[in-house]
């Protein structure tokens, strides 16, 4: 790939990440689209730094063969992230710029509620960054917008639907949703006949053939609003929202009531983003949708409402993933970014795929699992790739020795605060009693028979008593370990980690094995749910609230016991107190409440006091956040 440039100049100490990033000018993206072999008729320029690519190149490439296929994990993080996308483009660059190999990058678009609030933008850091990481971490090519506008669009339509059918007679709805055409006669629009199958009336193009009670049939979702699961969202950190009170405007008539929003990456329009295989496939997740149950306990879907086509027409240009460069040139696609403790926390498939075939046979592709492994990697390995059909070829497992002081016993880590002196002085006991972190998650990765490579992301306090102890532990339990300086130095700080990945995808590949998931989807919704406590959280017992419990009941008569399981919880720990750190075992997950993700193909358990929209905290990122008005220079970003 011919755009590929080794940085120059490198500083030290490493400034900021903007000012990095703002530093390289980035290269023109159609260098970087036919460096990687993508035809014009390929891509879809969005300005000089970005690009949509076509879903079209997946035939023109069927015949090539794919390539190797690598996920970055992490251990349990603290609150300040121990640089997992930071790891991910490092690879990268150490693989493309430094090593020669094909390699193109697939990571998450960022939501604007941690860019804004907490945790700043995700576009690496340092000197392994995707860039322009202005345009990276805010609006990029409005796939996140269009994901909030179909979401409100179909809840709408779901509260407007309940209005009008609480406020017409039979007739007069079936007449409003059937009118008198021009030529004096009614037609059902192309989207009701599959409501018209779904109830059974076959054979007719005419409204007026339907009986009275075919009518009424047709006519009238009948929604139960106690059963209603879809809520509107925004990309926003708004603690406020998450629960309020509706219709109370005097043209609503009292129809009252409460419901909530979510962040925007939490809808499950993102999951579908981010599984569907095609344009069609998304058509069809998005019009299966489930949103509520009628009084006599039937599913209500986005297309009984009429809104799937909509919602698709919403969302064409987003099923296309976006083309960008790291500041090495090597290409990225970022595409789709539902987050791992609210949703299945990966990148879309259509990406991956796409970028398996430009890579090659034996060229790679490194996407990401979001925080820690138990809950990313999991959804990657047990939700991604059962829809994608794609097997991982190895895992890098990001660790810290700042992190690992944290499980092995020190004070607590706080964003916004200063780190405790524990973190900035040599304690190597207590990073060994941090490994046992460490271990449970080499250990469960192993569960799928996935090889599994231990990165060392290296911070300018760590010793090296203390990185050599990370090493040895990793290599006690079974996982070669690299110490990486990607952040400071570029790819050059991660060629041996690249070297490791291409040997463990090499060896891999030559032994035969493969990926196993851990449960099967044909097992009982509570069996799936408890498989992945007792083997991945290791507790000891699952308890449902009577909310989950009555969830659990509605979907089995539903048909939708046969999905896989998106467990929501913190990412602070194995258990759902966030404060248990290390290897908690015996405890309990509690399950609260349980969604049904039907048009994505999952049911998400939300365990504990999690939150499905995050709040903003005393003193939010958009404190260092400004533009400069005579350059239109954007500063603070991180």
Known sequence: MATQRVLENILSPTPSDIDIAQSLEPLPIKDVAVSAGLKESDVEYYGPHKAKVKLN??????????????????????????????????????????????????????????????????????????????????????????????????????????????????????????????????????????????????????PDELSEEEKRAFARLDIDQETITWRRVLDTNDRFLRKITIGQGPQEKGMVRETGFDIAVASEIMAILALATSLKDMRERLGNIVVANSKSGAAITADDLGVGGALTVLMKDAINPTLMQTL?????????????????????????????????????????????????????????????????????????????????????????????????????????????????????????????????????????????????????????????EHHGKGGAGAVDLAKAVKSTCQQFKKSGESFKFLYEVSKPIKEKIETVAREIYHASEVQYSPEAEAAISRYESMGLDKLPVCIAKTQYSFSTDASLKGAPSGHVLTVREIRASAGAGFLVAICGDMMMIPGLPTRPAFYEIDIDPDSGKILGLS
């Open 328 to 484: 090495e040139g090597t290409p990225v696609l970022v595409h789709a970014g539902p987050f791992a403790n609210i949703a299945h926390g990966n990148s879309s498939i259509v990406a991956d795929k796409v970028a398996l075939k430009i890579v090659g046979e034996e060229g790679f592709v490194v996407t990401e699992a979001g925080f820690g492994a138990d809950i990313g990697f999991e959804k990657f390995a047990n939700i991604k790739t059962r829809y994608s059909g794609l097997q991982p070829s190895c895992v890098v497992l990001v660790a810290t020795v700042r992190a690992l002081k944290m499980h092995g016993g020190g004070p607590p880590v706080s964003a916004g605060k200063p780190l405790d002196p524990a973190y900035t002085t040599e304690n190597v006991e207590l990073v060994k009693a941090g490994c046992s972190n460490l271990q449970r998650h080499i250990e469960n990765i192993k569960k799928f028979n996935v090889p599994v490579v231990v990165a060392v992301n290296k911070f300018a306090t760590d010793t090296d008593g203390e990185l050599e102890a990370v090493r040895a532990e990793a290599l006690a339990y079974g996982a070669e370990a690299v110490i990486c």
């Open 57 to 206: 190149v997946l035939d023109r490439l069927q015949e090539r063969q794919d390539g190797y296929y690598v996920c970055v994990a992490g251990i349990t993080p603290t609150p300040l992230g121990e640089g997992k996308s930071t790891t991910t483009i490092g690879l990268c660059q150490a693989l493309g710029a430094h090593c020669g190999e094909e390699v193109m990058t697939c990571v998450r678009q960022p939501s604007q509620g941690p860019t804004f609030g907490i945790k700043g933008g995700a576009a690496g850091g340092g000197y392994s960054q995707v860039i322009p990481m202005e345009e990276f971490n805010l609006h990029l090519t409005g796939d996140i917008h269009a994901i909030t506008a179909a979401n409100n669009l179909l809840a709408a339509a779901i509260d407007a639907r309940m209005f009008h059918e609480a406020t017409q007679s039979d007739t007069a709805l079936f007449n409003r949703l059937c009118p008198v055409q021009k030529n004096g006669k009614r037609r059902f629009s192309s989207i009701m006949t599959k409501r018209l199958a779904k109830l059974g009336i076959k054979n007719t193009t005419d």
